[in-house]
């Protein structure tokens, strides 16, 4: 049955269809994940292979980091024009036929392209996400959506490392990637066939009001650079665990292929419970009437607390212990992340959202191009994770006081400005 077009898909949409593209939205973001984390569960395996130095495997995320921060520059707007209905089948199909070339890839500089390649179209992943939520979901159903797609997400994290050693026994690492890109294309033909019907009306044409004041430049906007300060200094230590905890699990205590999953399933358990009890709870206080720059300004300082302890990783005498630290860290990122991307939703028009995502994330990825590249260098000087931890642990501290110096009050948006208050369901 089509769907009728109206200016907010989230009040039109039936409770199975927009849950049915929740669904579908949440596998995009596992497939996402699972295509980031194979070359860091079989780095071990790769870099013998390959013969990769720790400077080379730090370039080759920094390259990766640097590729997502220079497409998000474009993936907002395009995003933006395209809607939810276009943008999410062409970025998980271009993105998964990066992944596939992986599987291709011999020499250094090949799987540097590759990754390039695979950071540029993955660029469209976050504002995607974010701007499908804001369009199938009513406003007070957004930090619940926000949150349990993180926490959704996270299970491609913690699956990843049964899985991908699983697959590399019989196909090899080559293997591994070139499942994750098919995968990824059945997944775009699925939301082409689901949503055929369906109009969004999320387009910013879609969305233009009679009389409503020009569109501001994000980069004109106290909030876009609150945002964009916040997401560099918080998703360095995202990208740091990312991209190195297989690593330093591997260093400090000489795990590695399967012996590593238990472990990282701990740590990345962590992180889909920070999603789901972040955005669940900061949902109900918004229900309840609480001020939504206390809601926000809050779970960020608690989850801001929780990562201080950090640097206690390199001191437990177990890897159960150091997973259940990182555990608490990346629960408190996600957190952080969770209400930091529904503050985006609070104080931007829904035709903008794609832009401020990308512009926020693009942040964020040129903070974890250089941390990438500065724990090369750091680990092949021999200074060990010391100096990387002390800085994670005070970096979304940090971000909060950034968000409270550029935005001292969170207000939602004016319903005036065109489009109804953000982050509450009246």
């Not at 474009?74 to 070339?101: C, E, Q, R």
């Not at 608490?328 to 952080?336: E, I, K, N, T, Y």
């Amino acid at each position: 049955m089509t769907q009728p077009a109206a200016g907010d898909a989230g009040d039109t949409l039936s409770v199975r269809m927009r849950w049915i593209l929740f669904a579908l939205l949440a596998m995009a973001g596992i497939l996402a994940l699972v295509d980031r984390q194979i070359i860091s569960v079989l780095k071990p395996e790769m870099a013998v292979e390959l013969g990769w130095t720790d400077d080379d495997y730090g370039t080759l995320g920094a390259w990766f980091q640097g590729a997502t921060a220079v497409a998000l520059l474009a993936a907002g707007p395009l995003v933006d024009k395209l809607g939810v209905k276009w943008a999410n089948p062409i970025a998980v199909a271009t993105w998964s036929i990066a992944a596939l070339f992986h599987g291709w890839a011999h020499s250094l500089v090949q799987f540097t392209l590759c990754r390039i390649g695979l950071g540029a179209t993955e660029a469209a992943v976050t504002p995607t996400a974010v701007k499908t939520i804001a369009t199938i979901f009513p406003p007070h159903m957004r930090s619940t959506g926000v949150g349990l797609q993180n926490a959704i997400a996270s299970f491609g994290a913690i699956s990843a490392p049964f899985i991908i050693p699983l697959i590399a026994v019989p196909f090899g690492w080559r293997g591994a990637f070139l499942l994750a890109g098919v995968a990824g294309l059945v997944w775009s033909l699925a939301w082409v066939v689901t949503t055929r019907k369906i109009r969004f009306g999320d387009t910013a044409p879609a969305l233009a009001i009679p009389g409503a004041p020009p569109s501001r430049s994000i980069l004109r906007e106290r909030a876009g650079w609150a945002v964009a300060g916040a997401k560099f200094l918080s998703d360095s230590t995202w990208w740091l665990l990312l991209f190195w905890m297989p690593d330093f699990l591997h260093r400090q205590f000489g795990l590695a292929g399967l012996d590593l999953a238990p472990y990282l399933a701990v740590a990345y358990s962590g992180a889909a419970l920070g999603s789901l009890t972040s955005g669940t709870l900061a949902t109900r206080f918004l229900a309840r009437g609480v001020a939504v720059n206390r809601v926000r300004k809050t779970f960020m300082l608690v989850s801001g607390l929780l990562v201080l302890p950090m640097p206690l990783a390199l001191q437990v005498p177990s890897p159960l212990i150091a997973a259940g630290v990182l555990a608490l860290v990346l629960a408190a990122h996600q957190g952080f992340s969770t209400n930091l991307f529904a503050l985006i939703t609070d104080v931007t028009p829904k035709s903008k959202i794609g832009r401020m995502t990308s512009f926020g994330v693009f942040s964020g990825n040129i903070g974890g191009m250089l941390i990438l590249k500065v724990a090369g260098v750091v680990l092949a000087a021999g200074l060990g994770y010391l100096p990387l931890f002390l800085f994670a642990s005070v970096s979304y501290l940090l971000a909060l006081g950034w968000i409270h110096l550029m935005l001292p009050t969170i207000r939602l948006i004016d319903s005036e400005r065109g489009e109804a208050p953000l982050g509450m369901g009246h």
